[in-house]
């Protein structure tokens, strides 16, 4: 769609739509066009409601920034009457809604045009999007044996193949993040608590869990999260205020910044060497803008905050599959093999082991709180700088929800966390952290670049994120979906 009427990014394209060069439904029908020729290679779009979508163009759209954009919600959350939803799981397939959430309220009166949701892995737990219930994965446009990462998999890669030019998605351990990696796409995890979780959640993963969205621009990005930030109604905590918001933060560069870079794990391991380089790269590159660079490895006790990340997602997982159960049996045929596996984790565990583990994520936060900034004896970095990833972009297949040792497929030496070590830290600590698409492998895969910040700081952090943008532009480096069709 993009491709179509030579846009850059939302932002772009909302400005023809005001200019009258193209109309709502026009724009519509080039992402539906995109669908039915993509779609069969790449398994990315569900539950489509073209009709829906015609009706909100018919009735008026709000008069927001983006009025008349076609749109895309992560089929897991943002809860919204006219869009069912299977939340990844057979279990769960057809959900409706009796009302919408604050965060669909929000994106709802930018003036986007929804038509439909993306795939998502069972439960939102993994790094790549290969759910039963949409039968089969979903593929990534630049190398379909690669997965385009998960949970918002399916957001990650409707855009990057200019379905629709952005997209809703989530974030409980790098969910948008760890997409927008391997899709070669900006995304952005704001503070916790920026963004409205209700009515239908309190709070996510015990406030780990936020959402957010895939975009192909900073610009995009910064809009969005500016139109749906704020706490809803009832919230059980915000996030501290914004100065004068996002889009009016990227308007000009951040103040000169001490980065700290991490060019291997969080506790020293290796990593895949293309994408050390790609780390490399990024801190000389902002070494040449002017900012300090500066080695730093983290001294937070990363181990222990993803054992209790993972209790945590267990507990969570197995409440909300025993609530949709209904008192029927456990079985292969309606949750997959990681879901079970982690309702199966949560049945081993004391009664008070979820505070105690919530208790040790609070802790967490405070010991990475202390990497930043002078105070309670800390490093005197501003940002740290590491991979979004350990490597580039899984293949297809290897983190599938066929096994049940739960633990395992987290924790375990060759599950999610050795191949995404990054993303969840920052969901424990609260603190805002993004994924720069500044990278690509001599095979041609993007390589993300993570970029984190103290706790509140999301002006600050996105302004660096633009800067980045304006000296090395990725907005026309796209996969070529030609031989997808």
Request: one cysteine or more; a negative charge; hydrophobic letters at 40%.
């Amino acid at each position: 769609m993009l491709d179509a009427f030579q846009a850059r990014d939302a932002t772009d394209l909302a400005a023809r739509l005001a200019s009258g060069e193209v109309t709502p439904t026009e724009m519509l029908e080039a992402a539906l066009d995109r669908v039915a020729r993509l779609n069969p290679a790449l398994n990315a779009v569900v539950l489509m409601q073209e009709d829906i979508a015609r009706r909100s163009i018919a009735r008026g759209l709000p008069h927001g920034p983006f009025r008349g954009v076609p749109f895309l919600l992560k089929d897991l959350g943002c809860e919204a009457v006219d869009f069912p939803s299977h939340n990844g799981s057979r279990l769960l397939a057809n959900t409706t809604y009796g009302r919408d959430s604050a965060i669909f309220d929000r994106i709802r009166a930018t003036g986007v045009v929804t038509f439909g949701r993306t795939t998502s892995p069972e439960g939102g737990i993994g790094a790549a999007t290969e759910s039963a219930v949409y039968g089969g994965p979903t593929r990534n446009p630049w190398n379909p044996d690669r997965t385009p990462g998960g949970s918002s998999g399916g957001a990650g890669a409707a855009v990057a193949a200019g379905i629709v030019p952005f997209a809703h998605g989530s974030d409980g351990g790098g969910s948008v993040r760890i997409p927008a990696s391997c899709c070669g796409l900006f995304g952005f995890k704001p503070t916790r608590a920026r963004l409205p979780d209700g009515p239908y959640v309190g709070e996510g993963w015990a406030g780990m869990a936020i959402d957010g969205f895939l975009t192909w621009s900073v610009r995009d990005t910064a809009v969005m999260l500016d139109a749906c930030a704020g706490a809803d109604p009832g919230a059980p905590y915000w996030a501290p205020p914004l100065r004068a918001g996002h889009a009016q933060a990227i308007s000009r560069p951040p103040r000169r910044l001490r980065i700290g870079i991490c060019d291997s794990t969080f506790t020293g391991d290796a990593i895949h060497p293309e994408v050390a380089r790609a780390v490399r790269e990024a801190g000389r590159l902002l070494e040449n803008l002017g900012h300090e660079v500066v080695p730093h490895l983290p001294r937070a006790d990363v181990p222990m905050m993803m054992r209790a990340w993972t209790d945590i997602v267990a507990v969570g997982t197995a409440l909300g599959i025993g609530k949709a159960l209904k008192g029927r049996a456990l079985s292969s045929d309606l949750v997959e093999g990681v879901g079970r596996g982690a309702v199966a984790h949560a049945g081993t565990l004391h009664p008070t082991r979820y505070l105690e583990a919530v208790g040790e994520i609070h802790a967490f936060g405070r010991q990475m709180a202390a990497e930043f900034g002078p105070e309670g004896g800390g490093a005197g970095i501003d940002i740290l700088l590491s991979a979004t990833l350990a490597e580039p972009p899984a293949m297809v297949g290897r983190f599938a929800h066929r096994t049940e040792d739960y633990v395992a497929y987290r924790i375990g030496p060759e599950g999610i966390f050795a191949y995404s070590p990054f993303c969840a830290v920052f969901n424990a600590s609260g603190q805002p952290a993004a994924s720069v698409p500044l990278g690509m492998t001599g095979d041609g895969l993007p390589v993300g670049i993570h970029l984190a910040a103290p706790f509140g700081t999301d002006e600050e952090l996105i302004a660096l994120c633009a800067e980045l943008e304006r000296a090395a532009p990725w907005a026309g480096r796209r996969p070529d979906v030609s031989a997808l069709i």
